[in-house]
């Protein structure tokens, strides 16, 4: 596993799927994202794959829900799926408010033990 990490947030490059996990004390925005989608790009070009967004249990972190609408666009013409694992309400509510929004398959888990299979799931949903 390929893993960079970029402060607020680490990307884990799989061959079909990125994780991106925020770490302790981090914040995810449209700027956070677009670095992501920069690395995306770099690595895999055009090619579309899957997002699989988490966290640990007990790290503190905040999300700024508007690049979900702001980069609606964008995340539809990168990635087949999303996956958020969370335990965090805000989380849900934002993601449920997206998921109306978009065309990508979407599933919101609150343990990573949710996701059959782990990361084979992640491969078998391409």
């Given at each position: 596993m390929?893993?960079?990490?970029?402060?607020?947030?680490r990307?884990?490059?799989?061959?079909?799927?990125?994780k991106l996990k925020?770490?302790?004390?981090?914040?995810?925005?449209?700027?956070?994202?677009?670095?992501?989608?920069?690395?995306?790009s770099?690595?895999?070009?055009?090619?579309?794959l899957g997002l699989l967004?988490?966290?640990?249990?007990?790290?503190?972190?905040?999300i700024?829900?508007l690049?979900?609408?702001?980069?609606?666009?964008?995340l539809?013409?990168n990635?087949?799926?999303?996956?958020?694992v969370?335990?965090?309400?805000?989380?849900?509510?934002?993601?449920?408010?997206?998921?109306?929004?978009?065309?990508?398959?979407?599933?919101?888990?609150?343990?990573?033990?949710?996701?059959?299979?782990?990361?084979t799931?992640?491969?078998?949903?391409?």
């Amino acid at each position: 596993m390929n893993t960079i990490n970029l402060g607020e947030f680490r990307l884990d490059f799989q061959a079909h799927f990125i994780k991106l996990k925020i770490n302790d004390g981090g914040h995810f925005d449209s700027d956070s994202f677009q670095n992501c989608l920069d690395l995306k790009s770099e690595i895999y070009g055009s090619r579309k794959l899957g997002l699989l967004i988490t966290n640990e249990d007990k790290n503190d972190y905040s999300i700024d829900p508007l690049f979900l609408i702001k980069d609606k666009l964008v995340l539809e013409d990168n990635f087949k799926w999303i996956i958020v694992v969370s335990n965090k309400n805000p989380d849900y509510t934002n993601f449920e408010y997206f998921k109306r929004l978009t065309s990508i398959p979407c599933k919101f888990v609150t343990d990573f033990k949710e996701v059959p299979d782990h990361d084979t799931y992640c491969v078998h949903t391409m």
